[in-house]
């Protein structure tokens, strides 16, 4: 517990505090690459994960986030520290850091130009960003999709991919040298299990790219793997349906939007086999090249 671990992701610094075990294996595995800024004063935020201080602190053993001395989220089982702390860094990032305009969406970057992602829980989004993580894109975020007003960049935020139930086997087998934390059972969303962010995509978080593409990401068991043109008007307002913070921005966080649309080719995606799927962002990526 002590006086934390001010750990850097990113622009966000973190100072954790937690005296439970699987929390420190989690973040001895997933951010071992990530820098530790001892010294460095202010932080973005104060959290952390341990027990309830109540009889359940015994029996029916839970685990609690805090941020900042705040409580802000119903108690969890006791083996879900480390979902926990990724799932209360994403909320205090989403719900805070209105410097930016937030979209839940994966976000990965190959050549220059970032691939933003916006999906719901459930669509495969996690799967095909670890899965192009391993076939030549950087990693930026796999939740988060940070933008930057003044200049219209992705800026990168490379945390653990959270991977649920069938998609964890799925990796697993795509890319066998994927390093795994433990899968927590019964959790609110199934199976989880996080993924470490490959170290090139930690040592490069201060490189941040331009839009590129705008794809709609659906998994459908057994389906054919398809690229489809998606009208802009259409992805701008995926865009705006899955902004945390679009009403903090206001007329500004419109522009960015429309801006970021401007710039990218907009497709919806369907697939089920994660090899075609990273061959067919490649093929799209090289002939955006041919054509530049």
């Known amino acids: 517990m002590g006086p934390g671990l001010p750990l850097r992701t990113g622009p966000v610094l973190t100072n954790i505090r937690s005296p439970l ?8 595995l997933h951010y071992a690459e990530h820098p530790i800024e001892v010294g460095a004063g202010f932080t973005d935020f104060q959290v952390s994960v341990e027990r309830p201080k109540n009889l359940r602190r015994w029996f029916n053993r839970q685990v609690v986030f805090g941020v900042d001395g705040e409580r802000p989220f119903t108690p969890l089982p006791g083996d879900q520290g480390f979902p926990m702390l990724e799932w209360g860094l994403n909320s205090c990032i989403s719900g805070s850091c209105h410097q930016y305009l937030t979209l839940h969406a994966a976000v990965l970057e190959r050549g220059g130009r970032a691939l933003i992602l916006p999906a719901p ?3 495969g989004k996690s799967t095909l960003c670890a899965g192009l993580m391993f076939s030549g894109w950087r ?6 999709t940070l933008l930057d007003p003044r200049s219209g960049e992705v ?5 653990p991919v959270s991977l649920k139930n069938a998609s964890i086997d799925l990796v697993r087998r795509f890319a066998p040298e994927a390093a795994f934390g433990p899968v927590v059972r019964e959790s ?20 941040r790219a331009l839009p590129g593409w705008v794809v709609l990401p659906r998994y459908v068991a ?13 992805a701008l307002m995926r865009l705006i349906e899955c902004a945390f913070n679009f009403n903090v921005h206001g007329r500004q966080g419109f522009e960015l939007l429309a801006d970021v649309i401007e710039r990218s080719d907009c497709y919806e ?9 990273a061959e067919t962002f490649s093929r799209l990526a090289g002939r955006d090249r041919v054509a530049a």
């Open 21 to 28: 075990p699987a929390v420190h294996r989690g973040i001895a």
């Open 121 to 123: 829980s459930g669509s």
């Open 139 to 144: 990693l930026l975020s796999d939740e988060l």
């Open 155 to 159: 800026v990168p935020l490379p945390r």
């Open 188 to 207: 609110l969303k199934g199976s989880v299990a996080h993924l470490k962010p490959l170290a090139d995509a930690v040592r490069r978080a201060a490189e």
């Open 222 to 234: 057994g389906a054919e793997t398809s690229l489809q043109p998606l009208p802009k008007g259409r």
């Open 269 to 277: 995606f369907t697939y089920s086999h994660l090899k075609e799927a």
